[in-house]
């Protein structure tokens, strides 16, 4: 069993890795297939201490090359719930990976979009955030995907093969698939409705006051990042954010939190800070144990 499982592909993530790693503590980092993509958007960082007029692009190669040196290895899968178990937790990840450990560090961010109506309610109950994980279960049934970056798009593929009619709504520009059992939805959906489980979706209403509405078997949420309180059952949050002590505890005993997802200011030099920090609070605790 780890010592540790740190969840997120940000710069929080890379401070707890190292900051354990100097510890001799053991763990994983799942980082997602979209590890370090927020980093590489920035145009230019000029406030952080020691760097002065550095792309995104340069700080993050320098922190995959401190990595690298270190021989820390970052997994692309996604993580896809976190369950709290007696002295331990159960990390499950896309591609049926399962993960265990005695402590658990959330890096996760914030997500980009925000949750809509009925997303989270109906979470296990046809809702699901991965699609290597359930996709099976809608083998020749009609589905409606959510996708909010192009890098997910193998996903949709994927689900694609399986189902037999799919509703793609995608949140961002340049999408690239195609398919006969594919319908795509330039709309922004308003809610997932249904009973015992999610059966429809329905759409904002157009300039002619008409709304449209999908029945579906299940809805695919495709994102970078997951809502803390989705990944988490029983996690307290406030605001769509992680409610942390000074040390980055949460209301979870061995469950910690750095970076955005406790809440603003949204900035590296706090993002570094917290990851350390937790690391550091990880240590004790394990101590304590």
């Known amino acids: 069993m780890l010592d540790c499982i740190i969840i997120g592909g940000g710069v929080a993530a890379v401070s707890a ?22 980093i590489k958007k920035a145009e230019m960082i000029n406030n952080y ?21 270190m021989q820390i290895e970052v997994k692309p899968q996604k993580a896809t719930g976190v369950y709290a178990m007696k002295g331990k937790f159960l990390v499950t990840a896309e591609g049926d990976l399962t993960i265990e450990g005695k402590t658990v560090i959330l890096c996760t961010g914030v997500e980009s979009v925000k949750p809509i109506a009925g997303e989270e309610e109906f979470l296990g109950r046809g809702v699901s955030y991965c ?15 959510l996708c909010t970056t192009k890098s997910l798009e193998h996903e949709i593929e994927y689900l694609a093969k399986i189902a037999k009619k799919v509703y793609l709504i995608p949140l961002y520009k340049g999408v690239e698939i195609d398919g006969e059992n594919i319908e795509k939805i330039v709309k922004m959906p308003e809610r997932i409705e249904g009973g015992l489980k999610a059966n429809a979706v329905v759409f904002k209403a157009d300039k002619n006051g008409e709304q449209r509405t999908v029945s579906v078997d299940g809805v695919f949420m495709l994102k970078e990042s997951v809502s803390p309180a989705a990944l988490c ?8 954010h992680i409610v942390v002590k000074r040390d980055q505890s949460t209301n979870l005993k061995g469950l910690f939190a750095a970076g955005d997802c406790t809440g603003k200011p949204y900035q590296y030099a706090k993002a570094i800070g917290e990851g350390n920090i937790a690391a550091h609070s990880v240590v004790e605790y394990l101590a304590g144990k």
């Open 17 to 38: 890795a190292l900051t354990l790693q100097a510890n001799g503590k053991t763990f994983e980092i799942l980082g997602g297939s979209s590890f370090g993509a927020k």
């Open 49 to 69: 201490p020691g760097l002065c007029k550095v792309s995104g692009e340069q700080f993050f190669n320098a922190l995959k090359s401190q990595l690298d040196e």
């Open 131 to 145: 699609a290597t994980c359930d996709g099976m279960l809608y083998k020749d049934k009609t589905i409606a995907v």
């Open 233 to 240: 059952g029983g996690l307290q949050t406030e605001k769509g």
